[in-house]
């Protein structure tokens, strides 16, 4: 019987075995677009939902994914480059990339531009991302190479102009590919690099480089990421992190105070929430909780137990019983980056009340929810 629908594959690391399910997707990311370094807080239960579609030489991908870094190294260029370019339209969460020379922040509703024969970081945010990824062979557009550089950092919108149009016609494809036949692919795959094409050449045209205020995200992004990896680290400190980023304490302030947060209390609300799902998971029954808390830089126990009661009205040991009776009931409060504490942050020059970024109400384009 002949196939009638376009050619699709699904991964959906929640129907592997946990510990599988992290190498599956970086095994899945690297034949998606290039081969990358992968790393994330959320190796032991990754959750990523992906689908590829093949239009040809064009492959269009939305997918769901937690918290990712992805490097691309010079040593993997070297070794394999399919001279691929990628963009990413992003729905949900947020990433910033590196490119050594140049930086990025991308929000929700904007294209993050891409190619494989460069060396990136990307990180995301602290939340899951939805993104619809687009892999277009680099000979398929009329855009030579050195002004194709000239796009990477640039803020291109989806919501008006040649963006708009190209995003449009890449939701409409994701949501309902049924309509659609194999002989189609080829044809869909032309569309789909005819509008990548002028939305280049509209970038190019108007070369509008980033905003000032936007590198000021990016650096915020990488920051947070910083601190994330460092949570188990009791000396982490403004101090240390403005340091290491080779800012004043006075200017890492002002970049977190710009979201509504404040630095030293976004390090303890981190480690408090990473402490909290230590003691909801049945798997470390075993870890006893000044060991919770130690793992997660609070090296005294009474300093923790105290936090954790002020922050989520119980103490954690509370936790812990409920989650292995399974009447656990994990109702709190999204600070908007990743971490509940419901507690205000307590008066220190550095911490303002912790409110959602600024970009809370952001209202992105709806995925459709198959995926």
Known sequence: MTTRVLHESV??????????????????????????????DHTPDYHGHQRVIELGDVTVWPATFDPLVFRRTAKLVRQSDPEVYHLSLLLKGEGAADWGKERAAYRTNEFHINSSSRCYEIVTGADPVTIVGLEIPRSALAVPGHRFDRVLGHRISAREGMGALLAQFLLQLVADTSPYHPTDAPRLGTVV?????????????????????????????????FVRRRLADPDLTPATIAAAHHVSRSYLYRLFQAEGLGVASYIRDQRLEHARRDLADPRLRALPVHAVAARWGFPRAAEFTRAFRTAYGHPPSAVREQALAGTYDDETTDNGDGAHPTSRPTPEVDAPPTTRGPHANDTPVTPDASW
């Open 11 to 40: 991964l959906r690391t929640m129907d592997l075995p946990a510990g599988d399910r992290f190498e599956a997707w970086v095994q899945r990311m690297g034949g998606t677009h290039a081969p990358m370094q992968l790393s994330s």
């Open 193 to 225: 690099t005819d509008l990548v094409t002028a939305v280049l050449a509209h970038t190019l045209d108007s070369d509008l480089r980033l905003p000032s205020e936007t590198h000021g995200r990016t650096l915020t992004l990488e920051i947070k990421a």
